[in-house]
């Protein structure tokens, strides 16, 4: 089961002069770019890779080159880039849940874009993310998953605007090319936080092989109230109550922190800041992949009925 973003926003022009700079560059120039030799990394000589929690927006954000949110995420490929420089990025976004009991991941060597969002301009239908997947990676990451007891299936899929939407402006290929594989897993279809967490477990050893972990959601994300809370002056309330509960959550000393984060659901304005829990889950996921490395709330941005806050688990390690 998938979830689907629809709303229109105006594009200002520099969005559509943007559009040019992507479509003229094929996914075939990034596939060129790598050549993948041996999925298998030596932990000995791999510095040990932090994981991030992105709020990814919606697909404007490709194009909203003026919102705060843009400059952040563009702060935080260049992060990776140059100071993780990982090997290889295995990714869950809200906008891919599977069955209540089952993960997917996705082995196709190519990855098409989904694209799960409609009333937009015609150009957000043609836009291009180039990017390649690795088979052998998702192999890996199915033995994990199934070594930890979780049942896990291989299936061959695109990237959602989960993944695309904010690694367009994070990995800019013109600017900021990735230039590694991409191999996208999906949440299970289930509102269980710790049946998330043990997903996040399970994955974390791929950390010390190089592969960098990033989970895609949004800290407060109510699109119901979306418009209505334009015309405010100030965010919702809910939407600063449940972002600084998040953080403090995920701030937490390790050993409590997958209890802390839990009780969120339980929150009486749990269901204001998420009418469903998809783009929440996926920190449980990247807190689990974090084991007894430190969570940090290092940006936020509450937004009408949205909040914009990243994370980091784990420090950046010498490459």
């Known amino acids: 089961m998938s979830s689907v973003f629809q709303v229109s926003l105006r594009m200002s022009p520099s969005f559509r002069s943007t559009t040019t700079l992507w479509t003229s560059r094929t996914t075939s120039s990034i596939r060129r770019a790598y050549r993948p030799s041996n999925t298998t990394i030596s932990s000995s000589t791999m510095a040990r890779t932090p994981v991030y929690f992105l709020s990814h927006g919606g697909p404007n ?5 003026e919102h705060p949110a843009y400059k952040k995420l563009q702060e935080i490929g260049k992060e990776i880039t140059e100071k993780v420089r990982p ?12 069955e209540p009991n089952t993960v997917e991941v996705n082995t196709a060597e190519m990855n098409p874009l989904i694209y799960d969002y409609y009333g937009f301009p015609s150009h957000y239908y043609q836009h291009k993310f180039p990017n390649v997947g690795n088979k052998a990676l998702a192999e890996t990451v199915l033995q994990r998953l199934r070594s ?3 049942n896990a299936q291989g299936v061959k899929r695109g990237l959602d605007h989960g993944v695309f939407a904010p690694f ?6 013109e600017t900021n090319p990735l230039n590694i594989p991409i191999v996208q897993a999906s949440l299970f279809d289930s509102d269980d936080p710790d049946q998330h967490y043990k997903l996040g477990q399970a994955v974390e050893s791929l950390r010390n092989e190089g ?3 990033i989970a895609s959601g949004m800290a407060v994300h109510n699109l119901r109230d979306m418009f209505a809370a334009m015309s405010r002056p100030t965010p919702m309330p809910y939407t600063l109550s449940f972002d600084k509960a998040l953080k ?5 000393k390790p050993e409590d922190r997958q209890t802390a984060l839990a009780e969120l659901l339980k929150r009486p304005d749990a269901r204001r800041a998420h009418p469903s829990f998809e783009h929440l889950l996926p920190i449980h996921i990247a807190a689990g992949a974090a084991g007894k490395d430190a969570g940090k709330q290092f940006w936020t941005l509450p937004q009408g009925s949205m909040s914009w806050a990243q994370y980091r688990f784990g420090e950046i390690q010498a490459a």
């Open 61 to 65: 954000i490709m194009y909203d080159t």
């Open 87 to 98: 090997k290889a990025i295995v990714v869950f976004s809200a906008h891919w849940q599977a």
């Open 148 to 150: 930890a007891g979780i």
């Open 168 to 173: 367009t402006v994070a990995f800019n290929p």
């Open 211 to 213: 592969v960098q972990i």
């Open 248 to 252: 403090e959550a995920v701030e937490q």
